[in-house]
């Protein structure tokens, strides 16, 4: 399980938010072995003025935060990370415009379909 949430300025993400969303989701599947099926995304795109960020940065600066269950290795969210700057890139974003937070959280700390997420039957593994 991995939900994730993007948050970017409305004029630099919504032109490109479902290549964006789908190199993205490329990422999570390589990485984590996630299932194609398995996109939860949230693209939270704000105005100028809501969205205060480093000089430092271009008006592409993007922050991802990716919630999960623990159970990857150190190795595996690595080559995650490694994974989005590389590949963003190839879509117009610098690695420097990009933020990645992992958020891991035991699965009985979720609800899912109705379920604590220890309880919950995946199609998928976690521990990789």
């Known amino acids: 399980m991995a939900q994730v949430k993007i948050y970017g300025l409305y004029e630099s993400l919504k032109p490109v938010q479902k290549q964006f969303s789908d ?5 999570l599947m390589e990485s984590l072995k996630l299932p194609e099926d398995k996109k939860f995304q949230r693209f939270i795109l704000m105005n ?17 935060e990716i919630s999960m269950f623990v159970g990857r290795s150190d190795e595996v969210k690595k080559q995650l990370v490694n994974l989005i700057f590389e590949r963003l890139r190839d879509i117009g974003f610098e690695p420097n415009d990009i933020e990645v937070t ?4 035991p699965k009985n700390n979720w609800g899912i379909r ?5 309880e919950l039957t995946l199609n998928y593994k976690v521990d990789v």
Not at 48 to 63: A, G, L, M, Q, V
Not at 102 to 105: D, K, L, P, R
């Open 23 to 27: 190199t993205l989701h490329s990422c």
């Open 48 to 64: 100028n003025e809501d969205f205060i960020y480093p000089i430092d940065r271009s008006e592409k600066y993007t922050i991802i």
């Open 102 to 105: 992992i958020f891991e959280t």
């Open 114 to 118: 109705g379920l604590p997420g220890d």
